[in-house]
């Protein structure tokens, strides 16, 4: 099946810094890549939908600028958590699709502000 | 608006014997896909089935199946012959027409006791 990185998998930063998690489709191109975050032992929940060359789509109650989100080519999109705090430590997952019954995720990434 | 219930947040089932993971949903679309996902304690999440609204059939993947009741809103997944690897989280999820956008449940841990 088609493959999706993130890259760091393990994040740990001071508060009040920026983190950027990159997320790739290895194999295919994705107009559409989708964020997740899942705090421990609870579900995904969707953040945002990153669309390659314009502005990405936020769920509600998600601040578009503190979650920094940019699709700058077919196969890549970041999500940067600018001002990171305590309450942003999270696990952030992508995941980006060839076909509506495609969804591929990516690994994951486990951030830890302190 | 969408959304997926899963009543079962823990299950325990007996090696090599089958399990059945609750999940209904709710959506006003004509046209919707469920999935089952499988999250391990790495987190990754691995794409286990997928059954489109408009398909007659029940979906099976080797010893997943999809026991899918459209009147009665409910796509429960069957796992066949339990293994001590499929101890794990399991996440209903939902796209809706036109998109790839998906919605998750609150998700059931299946133990699998030896």
């Known amino acids: 099946g088609a493959v999706v990185s993130q890259h760091p998998s393990w994040v740990i930063c001071k508060s009040g810094t920026s983190v950027k998690i990159e997320c790739r489709s290895l194999d295919f191109q994705a107009t559409t890549m989708f964020w997740y975050r899942q705090f421990p032992k609870q579900s995904l929940m969707l953040m945002a939908t990153?669309?390659?060359?314009?502005?990405?789509?936020?769920e509600q109650g998600v601040e578009k600028d503190k979650f920094l989100i940019n699709h700058a080519s077919l196969t890549l999109s970041t999500l940067t958590v600018t001002s990171a705090h305590p309450e942003d430590s999270s696990f952030y997952i992508c995941?980006?699709?060839?076909?509506?019954?495609?969804?591929?995720f990516g690994p994951g990434t486990r951030l830890l502000v302190l | 608006a969408q959304k997926i219930t899963q009543t079962q947040p823990g299950m325990f089932v007996q090696e090599k014997e089958a399990v059945t993971l609750d999940c209904t949903y709710d959506?006003?679309?004509?046209?919707?896909?469920l999935f089952w996902y499988k999250q391990p304690s790495s987190g990754e999440m691995i794409f286990l089935i997928y059954?489109?609204?408009?398909?007659?059939q029940n979906a099976t993947e080797g010893r997943y199946s999809l026991n899918f009741q459209k009147a009665r809103k409910s796509a429960n997944l069957v796992i066949s012959a339990s293994q001590l690897g499929d101890s794990a989280m399991y996440f209903c999820?939902?796209?809706?027409?036109?998109?790839?956008?998906?919605?998750f449940g609150a998700g059931t841990r299946l133990f699998v006791k030896a």
């Open positions: 995941s980006a699709g060839q076909t509506k019954e495609t969804q591929y």
């Open positions: 059954q489109g609204s408009y398909d007659e």
């Open positions: 959506t006003s679309d004509q046209s919707y896909g």
């Open positions: 999820a939902m796209t809706s027409t036109g998109g790839f956008k998906t919605i």
């Open positions: 990153s669309n390659e060359g314009s502005k990405a789509t936020y």
